[in-house]
């Protein structure tokens, strides 16, 4: 079974520039998740998708970041303008329902 | 809202020998799910382990096992045997249970290194 998806590996860009990463997670797995990992600490949810519908938002900055998930298969992350603390890694993960969710393997986003 | 600590920022074991990695939370809910997750330099955590809050008996998964103490709310991974593949970060995890709610709230992690 294939696993979750993610690409860019890696990515580098100047502030204020936009950028976007995509999520195909595990075959029928209905649910999708963006996580934010800054350096040191653990991932913090920034969207949850349940299908093509968003579970929850709370903590994505709406300002700046955006994501959708068409046909409620692969999904993308994208921000406008990005700042300097948005360097961080970008996991991916899903489910089939909210239960045990495995991750993709990232991608590392370097804001200069 | 829940919160994960992990007080161990640094744990170092010799190979073939056991550690055990501290993990604390704090819920007012009575059901839930606890993780353990690997995330070696790769960045792809990878699940070790995972418990259910309602079941008394502890998860065990090969040389991985945990020791859950409800009332404590402390959930330790203890690791048999270490092999020099086990060095990584590992990240502690709690999930809510049930609906739709499904995101996992994760501690700082630990960093065990392996000595040969």
């Known amino acids: 079974e294939a696993g979750v998806a993610q690409s860019p590996r890696y990515k580098i860009i100047e502030k204020r520039q936009s950028v976007a990463f995509w999520c195909n997670p595990i075959?029928?797995?209905?649910?999708l998740y963006w996580y934010q990992q800054i350096l040191g600490q653990g991932p913090k949810l920034l969207i949850q998708f349940q299908n093509n519908g968003v579970v929850d938002d709370s903590q994505l900055p709406k300002d700046r970041f955006s994501a959708e998930r068409l046909k409620g298969v692969d999904s993308t992350l994208k921000i406008q303008p990005a700042k300097l603390e948005d360097s961080a890694v970008y996991l991916c993960?899903?489910?089939?329902?909210?239960?045990?969710?495995?991750f993709g393997p990232g991608t590392r986003l370097t804001v200069l | 809202a829940q919160t994960v600590t992990q007080s161990q920022p640094e744990m170092s074991v010799q190979e073939a020998e056991t550690v055990t990695l501290s993990c604390t939370y704090d819920t007012s809910e009575s059901d839930y799910y606890l993780f353990w997750y690997k995330q070696p330099p790769s960045r792809q955590m990878i699940l070790v382990i995972r418990?259910?809050?309602?079941?008394?008996q502890n998860a065990t998964e090969n040389r991985f096992s945990v020791n859950f103490q409800k009332a404590a709310k402390s959930f330790s991974l203890k690791i048999s045997d270490s092999q020099l593949g086990d060095a990584a970060m590992y990240f502690c995890a709690y999930r809510s249970p049930g609906g739709s709610q499904g995101n996992l709230i994760f501690g700082k992690g630990t960093k065990l290194s392996v000595k040969p």
């Open positions: 075959s029928g797995h209905a649910t």
């Open positions: 418990q259910e809050a309602y079941k008394q």
């Open positions: 993960a899903s489910s089939w329902v909210p239960d045990t969710q495995y």
